[in-house]
């Protein structure tokens, strides 16, 4: 999330500037390898490079080949495969083993006929995904160069080259991909060339509502600042909600915890974590959260306290049977956390698993694929 939000700022930049730049996209894989398709990356005239698609091991190459792009002004699709035994070069250097296949664009490709920067800045400051079509390939009477996109706001907008009645209408939204992935390629039979498309779904940063804004609150949100998470701060002590406590960009509240909530509803989509050390403001805080349970609530405080407040809420009458899967505590991941900042790293980390899918085990015991696509 963070790489691609510095992608986003930096290639605002270099079309401020009018800066010489191509945009490296990972559009398939197959095997292992370090990124999955809708990895990013920017590399100037100069050589400078934002983000990264292999970890560094193709970085050098693909740039050397970005001169080329610039040059003819034409999109360009790589191909690096580091299965074979005897690719030395690839395969050992790699210190991966699959295959990897990139499109170049020249950034002035992307804002001639359509702001692609701005599809991309409207998800991030939403909370709404989005839908990004890439052409890869085609046959017959295609119209569209390799390159060209179709973009699909939360709204049902469309804007693009790609946005003809015709793919309009095959592509019929509202769209899913298929489990817990973020892409999926597309088989397109028109009337006239068929073609395959990279389909991304693009997700606006998590939100995290944290309330309670003492000392162990500010490393849970220096780490989701970190990953580019936007983090939502209430608490009702003047003393601790101020916003130079916390990282820029945190929105801070000051106000009644009852009063915040009634005022701005928590999403189904936001994590909470509930860390008031206060068992009263922490009931009121649970009392409205069951009956709306989000994807992720977690109560700081030993077992026995948090036992003791769902007691509490099955004698109000206050319950939801959803809420006991939504609810984390003791929270965090198991990972001999003893330090705010280390409870804090367990924290972000178990938010992370929830909203990917995953338990949080150890990658040596996972038996599926390591990348969620």
């Given at each position: 999330m963070k790489d691609f939000q510095k992608i986003l700022q930096t290639l605002h930049q270099w079309q401020l500037q009018d800066r010489s730049a191509v945009m490296v996209t990972v559009v398939r894989v197959a095997g292992s390898t370090y990124r999955r398709p809708g990895a990013r990356m920017l590399i100037a005239g100069d050589g400078e490079?934002?983000?990264?698609?292999?970890?560094?091991?193709?970085?050098?190459?693909?740039?050397?080949?970005?001169?080329?792009?610039l040059e003819n002004n034409q999109p360009a699709l790589l191909t690096y495969d580091t299965l074979s035994d005897d690719n030395t070069v690839w395969g050992l250097g790699t210190g991966c083993n699959g295959i990897m296949e990139v499109l170049l664009e020249p950034i002035s490709h992307l804002g001639n006929e359509w702001d692609y920067l701005a599809f991309f800045q409207s998800i991030q400051s939403g909370y709404q995904p989005g839908y990004f079509l890439t052409l890869l390939s085609a046959e017959g009477e295609c119209p569209f160069a390799l390159g060209a996109h179709l973009a699909l706001y939360p709204d049902g907008r469309a804007v693009g080259q790609l946005s003809t009645p015709e793919i309009l209408q095959w592509i019929k939204q509202p769209l899913s991909i298929p489990g817990n992935k973020t892409y999926h390629h597309l088989e397109y039979k028109g009337s006239k060339f068929r073609a395959e498309l990279l389909l991304e779904k693009m997700e606006p940063p998590p939100e995290l509502v944290l309330f309670g804004a003492g000392q162990d609150a500010e490393p849970v949100v220096e780490l989701a600042r970190f990953l580019g998470w936007r983090v939502v701060v209430v608490d009702h002590r003047p003393?601790?909600?101020?916003?130079?406590?916390?990282?820029e960009g945190t929105q801070v509240f000051l106000e009644d915890y009852s009063a915040f909530l009634t005022n701005r509803p928590i999403q189904p989509e936001n994590p909470v974590i509930v860390m008031t050390h206060h068992f009263l403001?922490?009931?009121?805080?649970?009392?409205?959260?069951?009956?709306?349970?989000?994807?992720?609530?977690?109560?700081?405080?030993?077992?026995?306290?948090?036992?003791?407040?769902?007691?509490?809420?099955?004698?109000?009458?206050?319950?939801?049977?959803?809420?006991?899967?939504?609810?984390?505590?003791?929270?965090?991941?198991?990972?001999?956390?003893?330090?705010?900042?280390e409870i804090a790293l367990a924290i972000v980390s178990e938010i992370q698993a929830v909203l990917s899918g995953r338990k949080g085990s150890s990658l040596k015991f996972r038996k599926g694929p390591i990348h969620r696509g």
């Open positions: 490079m934002v983000g990264t698609v292999s970890g560094g091991c193709l970085e050098a190459d693909i740039a050397t080949h970005a001169q080329s792009v003393l601790y909600a101020r916003k130079e406590r916390f990282p403001h922490d009931l009121s805080i649970l009392k409205y959260l069951v009956q709306h349970p989000p994807v992720y609530v977690g109560v700081l405080g030993p077992r026995r306290r948090t036992q003791q407040l769902l007691h509490q809420l099955k004698i109000d009458r206050e319950w939801h049977p959803q809420f006991p899967q939504r609810l984390f505590s003791p929270v965090g991941l198991d990972i001999g956390s003893e330090s705010p900042e």
